[in-house]
Each structure stands twice: as C-alpha cells, then as structure tokens.
C-alpha cells in the first residue's frame, strides 16, 4: 500500500474535521495533522489547523484536553506564523488560544488581523464576534455573525454561529429572541452542552417555565456523565477566564436561569 503523504493527511483531517463536529472526529483530526506534521513540518497550513482543533477541544472541555495540550496548541500557532506571518487560519488559532488564556483583548487582535488579510474568511467573523461579547460588548455580536453566515451558509460550523448570536441577546437580556437561536443551533449542533443550558435558563428567565423544565430533562437525558449541576457549569466556564462586569452579570443570569429550571446547584 502506498504510505499516505502530509498533503493527503492533511486534506483528510480537515475533511473530518468539517464533515461532523463530535469529539472522536476531533481525536483522529488531531492524530491525521500530527501525523501530516512530521511528515512535512513545513507547512502554516497544517500547523494552523492543528492549533485550532486542539484548542477548540480544550475551549469545548472535549477529549480531556487540558493546560498541556493547550501548550501543544499554541506551539503549533508558533509554527504556523513562523512559517508564514500572513496566513489567516494561523491568526484565528492564535485568537482561540489567547481567548484559552483569558487574555480577550489581544484574542481580538489576532481575529482583527485574521479578516485583514482574508475578507471572506467566515470563522474569522464569528470568532470575532464571540470574541466581542466576552469582553463585554455583546451588542456588536450579532451583526458579524450574520456576515458570517451569509459568507459561508453551509458552514460546518453554522450551529456554532447561531449560537454565538444566541448567547449575545441573552447577554443583553433579549431572552425571548435568544431561544429562536438555540433552538436552531441544537438542531445544527445537537452535542453540545452549552447551546442546550442557554436555551434551558432562556425559556426559564423569559417566564416559560414548562419548554425551560422539558429542555432541562432533555439535557439531563444526553449528557448524563457527568451529571451537570451548577458547580459544573461554573467549572466548564473556567476555562475561559474573563470578568469584565457585563460578562460576569451575564454569566450570574445563566446561572439563576438554570437553578430556576430546577438544576442542582451542587
């Protein structure tokens, strides 16, 4: 059998990576790239993608990647730049890994830079926007996620763009309309557990306690290990430090939201 190259590696990992988001995709995308990167360790291409599938496992608690793997992570963004300083997906991977570090401000940076130097780069727009709301400033959101989609329709990522749009009018207290966006974004993306508790604690502070309770069992019946009670919750979002004050207002009516669905606390 003839060995397969970093190129054809490389294409195969991101073809995975594109094709569903679930954590064993995750896995072997990442075990394809490190393979593809010592076959060929001169391209920004597969270091970029690297960097960006480790730390969003790390950002997503997916595959037990923790502080190592982020270390990984960001020495393959090194790589990357080193390679090529222009090369937009590297720009992205290092926005996500300085959004791991909390340091949100130079994330955004990385994300400005990431569209510079490529106007029809999706992800670019949505991290952006992410990126917006955890430093505070939720109400810009929106509008670029929504360039996001329209550049990029059938995006693998799309459920990741309702979301982020979502939990952007809930963090300005617009929790009626934030529901129509997780509910889409479940349908999308349904393994997530942070799409599914926004539309949880949404349903519950927009006085509709009958879908927050039916969302709430729903949850509790696909993510039943561990079973998630606030504590959870509170740990899972430490691994993305940040506190400015709308943030961590925001963060508080999350949780209120759940315990008003009748989440545990602890």
């Known amino acids: 059998a003839v060995q397969p190259d970093a190129l054809d590696l490389r294409l195969r990992a991101t073809s995975l990576f594109y ?67 222009n090369h937009a997906l590297a720009h992205v991977a290092q926005g996500l890994v300085r959004r791991a570090r909390g340091d949100h ?53 799309i459920g ?3 979301w982020i749009i979502g939990r952007a009018l809930f963090f300005i207290g617009q929790y009626e309309p934030s529901i129509e966006w997780f509910r889409r974004s479940i349908e999308t993306r349904p393994n997530l557990w942070f799409t599914r508790l926004y539309l949880v604690s949404a349903c519950a502070l927009a006085d509709m306690p009958l879908p927050a309770a039916r969302a709430l069992s729903e949850f509790n019946r696909v993510f039943s290990n561990p079973v998630y009670t606030l504590a959870v919750v509170e740990a899972r ?24 669905a009748g989440m545990a606390k602890g």
């Not at 393979?35 to 950002?59: F, K, M």
């Not at 959101?141 to 990029?152: H, T």
């Not at 691994?239 to 008003?260: C, Q, S, Y």
């Open 19 to 85: 094709s569903s988001v679930a954590p064993e995709h995750m896995l072997t995308t990442r075990e394809l790239l490190q393979r593809s990167a010592e076959l060929n360790p001169n391209s920004a291409e597969t270091w970029a993608r690297l960097g960006e599938v480790i730390t969003s496992d790390y950002l997503t608690s997916w595959n037990n990647t923790g502080r190592d793997q982020l270390r990984e992570a960001e020495e393959a963004v090194r790589r990357a730049l080193r390679i090529d300083p």
């Open 105 to 157: 401000h130079e994330a955004l940076v990385a994300f400005n830079r990431a569209i510079e130097l490529d106007r029809n780069f999706a992800i670019a727009y949505a991290h952006k926007g992410n990126e917006l709301t955890l430093i505070g400033r939720p109400a810009e959101a929106p509008p670029l996620v929504e360039q996001a989609i329209r550049l990029s329709p059938h995006h693998p990522s």
């Open 160 to 162: 990741m763009f309702q």
């Open 237 to 260: 979002e430490r691994a993305t430090p940040n506190d400015p004050p709308v943030v961590v207002a925001a963060r508080e009516k999350f949780h209120e939201g759940l315990l008003r």
